[in-house]
């Protein structure tokens, strides 16, 4: 079993509709990231969450620490929203540990 | 600023052959992480270095070895060529090795034939 596991593994929609992924960790971490990975490869941050809540633009980001659990959110999503989100944890030896990610496509 | 600047862009090499990756982090970043995307999977960790010094080190042969030099820039070098190693190498750079947010660069997309 991978540490970090994400649902689903492939998602579309259509533009406007509301998008949820689902990211769950088996290991104690220190902080927990959502990263976007558009084709060509270039990953882009878009959180850093240790506990709450963050909110930039149409995305939210949230973490559950005692249930080990992260959801992003993206609301009013777009086309250009279409790429790979991954979530990765970081655990005590400042190691990154990514899940396999999560395919969006968002349909005009 | 710049960001993450990685060199070449895309590299082509034979079985057997040695490569080298090349990794400059962002100005004011010391730490400098690599990691393996292959197509389909998410990123694993190969190395952390932090001013200068390996700080961690991820389930990779000796035939992975880095490097970071005094201008904290970063060299990933792969000896012995196998078709497996063919992904995406990602560089990325952080201010402390501590738990701040990574900085990625573009990637490096090496195919081995």
């Known amino acids: 079993k991978n540490e970090v596991e994400q649902s689903p593994q492939n998602l579309t929609a259509q533009e406007g509709e509301f998008i949820t992924i689902n990211c769950s960790y088996s290991v104690g971490i220190s902080a927990l990231h959502w990263l976007q990975q558009h084709p060509g490869g270039g990953i882009v941050s878009l959180f850093m969450?240790?506990?709450g809540k963050k909110k930039h633009g149409r995305l939210i980001a949230t973490i559950n620490i005692q249930e080990k659990h992260s959801s992003l959110h993206i609301t009013a999503s777009h086309p250009r929203d279409s790429a790979v989100y991954i979530c990765?944890?970081?655990?005590?030896?400042?190691?990154?540990?990514f899940g396999k990610g999560t395919k969006l496509t968002v349909n005009p | 600023d710049a960001g993450v600047t990685q060199s070449p862009t895309h590299l082509i090499k034979t079985r057997g052959q040695h490569v080298t990756l090349r990794c400059s982090p962002i100005s004011g970043h010391k730490s400098v992480s690599w990691y393996q995307q292959v197509l389909g999977q998410g990123p694993q960790f190969i190395f952390q270095?932090?001013?200068?010094?390996?700080?961690g080190r991820g389930n990779f042969p000796d035939r992975f070895s880095a490097r970071q030099f005094p201008n904290y820039s970063s060299e990933l070098n792969v000896n012995a060529l196998l078709l497996g190693d063919s992904a995406l190498y990602l560089c990325?750079?952080?201010?402390?090795?501590?738990?701040?947010?990574?900085?990625f660069g573009p990637g490096t997309r090496l195919t081995v034939l």
């Open positions: 990765a944890v970081m655990g005590g030896s400042e190691k990154l540990v």
């Open positions: 270095y932090y001013e200068k010094e390996e700080r």
């Open positions: 990325a750079s952080r201010t402390t090795g501590g738990t701040d947010t990574q900085y």
């Open positions: 969450l240790s506990s």
